[in-house]
């Protein structure tokens, strides 16, 4: 019986004979090096593995049209330099540019997609082998070149830098190709990132000497749209791709500067200028200009007044109110006022000494004062406020608005009864709590971290007025947030900070305790933990 189950097991049965073996891709048969792949790691599995990506690119290539113009440039385009030692294994011709609308195609996206993920593996295989040869140049140039026209910057930028801090240092690039790199990480920071002092102190690190970059430079630094478009028609496609990223922004700039400076212009002039059709301009940009035959004018005058979110920028003296704050003096628009707070509507009827045109407080600081009306300018829009989104790494923020800036303002719509206002400050109010507790809890060993957080939580705390019930809801979720974030330890090093705080200093002793008293009943460990966003219940 065992000698006949043995021969059962081992040979296939007819059915299962019959089958067909499965068609896996063989490029995504390879797994990422990082997850344990360790097939990559060979030089001929790499060389092999490259041949098979270039092959399935030449084809992808060969199906997106015109075939003998890419097969030509195909030919022409070499990596490798002619004062590069040949090798057989290494010496594909790699395209160098193709058609950006054939790689936008979505019957594309998956074979772009395959190629990609192909690419990431083949170069974490030539980083987990520290392999710094010509055949490594390469494949990155050719991930490089490629990943610029898909505008992928995720997959372009470190092998950029790759490329320059680990293989160039031990395998010299030629000139052109380092030239062609260095002028692309230079466009990147200053196009993509916008970080224009770090891209002039790339060129001057590596002494680029290109005209054209140096003129795109020279047109991101002074906002000139119509230099910068002059560049990227003269560069080639690769740099062009990713000078695209700063386009719509200087054409932004380019048509506000058009809309302060003029009352009419020429449509010709107005589409050269923007590189722009003037159809693509109302569609795209959404400019609220006029065509009037060869001429884009602004719009006729309308009546305005009648609309609270049209009327405040009307220069109408008649409708501004003038506001005393202790020294300061505000004026403001009656739409703004009278559309957000019932106090104010009220103080613009007859019977009120404020319908006059001109109130005064003498017990609220100007600062706030000054936050408040802001917020409510910023109402007066077509814009709808949106709550703010959680920070992703809060700890690591360098500039933070206060807590009490925006409890402050909140008190000030409870006083003047702006319950739309203060619903959407209740929002931000929430996020920021949230973003602290979380800031003190992921800096348990910042100590300056720690301390900053502690008086932003005790200064919004102490400007609250715990008689009011909205506010006293706010006070019990800070003291709670706050105690579940705060590193214990780093509570004693705040001990001058708090003396000026003593509210807050009670609330927190008293959560503390309860805490205590809790743990001594479940003999449990006391453990801090990390909650989740607060909500306003909306």
């Known amino acids: 019986m065992a000698s006949w189950r043995s021969r059962e097991l081992n040979e296939p049965s007819k059915q299962w004979g019959r089958l067909k073996p499965a068609q896996i891709d063989p490029l995504e048969e390879m797994g990422l090096p990082s997850k344990s792949e360790t097939r990559l790691k060979s030089a001929k599995a790499q060389e092999g593995y490259y041949q098979l990506i270039a092959e399935r690119y030449l084809s992808f290539c060969s199906e997106a049209g015109e075939r003998d113009e890419l097969l030509r ?114 466009l990147d920071t200053a196009c993509r990132r916008r970080e224009l002092s770090e891209a002039y102190s790339l060129r001057q690190r590596y002494a680029l000497r290109d005209k054209k970059v140096n003129d795109a430079l020279y047109a991101l630094a002074h ?17 062009a791709r990713i000078m695209e990223w700063a386009e719509p922004e200087l054409r932004l700039h380019t048509l506000k500067c058009f809309g302060r400076a003029y009352l009419g212009v020429n449509l010709k002039y107005l589409e050269t200028a923007t590189s722009s059709e003037w159809d693509e301009l109302k569609r795209r940009d959404g400019v609220g200009w006029e065509l009037d035959g060869a001429n884009v004018t602004d719009k006729a005058a309308s009546v305005l007044l009648s609309d609270f979110r049209t009327a405040w920028p009307l220069q109408t003296g008649d409708e501004t109110v003038l506001i005393k704050v202790k020294d300061e003096e505000f004026s403001v628009h009656r739409a703004v006022l009278s559309q957000h707070s019932d106090y104010f509507r009220a103080a613009g009827k007859t019977c009120y000494d404020e319908s006059g045109g001109e109130i005064a407080f003498d017990n609220i600081d100007p600062k706030y004062f000054a936050l408040f009306l ?165």
């Not at 490798?80 to 011709?93: A, F, M, P, Q, V």
């Not at 593996?121 to 987990?128: N, Y």
């Not at 119509?226 to 028609?233: D, E, N, P, S, Y």
């Not at 602290?436 to 932003?456: E, P």
């Open 223 to 239: 906002d000139n749209f119509i230099l910068f478009h002059r560049v990227r028609r003269a560069v080639d496609g690769h740099r």
């Open 73 to 186: 440039r195909f030919s022409s385009l070499g990596l490798e330099s002619s004062n590069r030692k040949k090798d057989d294994k290494c010496s594909l011709l790699i395209p160098d540019t193709t058609s950006a609308e054939s790689l936008r195609e979505p019957s594309n996206t998956k074979t772009l997609s395959i190629i990609m993920s192909a690419l990431r593996k083949l170069r974490e295989g030539i980083v987990a082998s520290k392999r710094t040869d010509d055949f490594a140049i390469q494949v990155y140039l050719f991930c490089i070149r490629l990943a610029v026209l898909v505008k992928q910057p995720e997959s372009y930028h470190a092998a950029i830098l790759h490329l320059l801090r680990k293989i160039h240092p031990k395998q010299n690039l030629t000139m052109i190709e380092l030239q062609e790199v260095v002028a692309y990480l230079i």
């Open 374 to 538: 802001g917020v409510a300018y910023s109402y007066s829009s077509i814009i709808p406020h949106t709550t703010p989104a959680p920070a992703a790494n809060p700890e690591a923020q360098s500039q933070r608005t206060p807590m009490r800036d925006y409890v402050e303002v909140y008190k000030l719509c409870d006083r003047f009864i702006c319950p739309t206002i203060a619903a959407y400050i209740i929002r931000c109010i929430h996020a920021l709590i949230g973003d602290r507790h979380r800031a003190l809890y992921r800096s348990s060993l910042d100590k300056a971290q720690q301390i900053w957080c502690t008086k932003d939580f005790a200064d919004a705390f102490e400007a609250l007025e715990l008689n009011h019930v909205e506010q006293q809801r706010l006070g019990n979720l800070m003291i709670e947030y706050f105690c579940e974030g705060l590193y214990h330890r780093s509570w004693g090093a705040t001990e001058k900070e708090m003396q000026k705080r003593p509210a807050f200093v009670l609330r927190v002793s008293c959560y503390f305790a309860s805490k205590l008293a809790l743990l001594a009943e479940q003999r449990t460990k006391l453990k801090r933990k990390e909650l989740k966003m607060p909500t306003s219940g909306e």
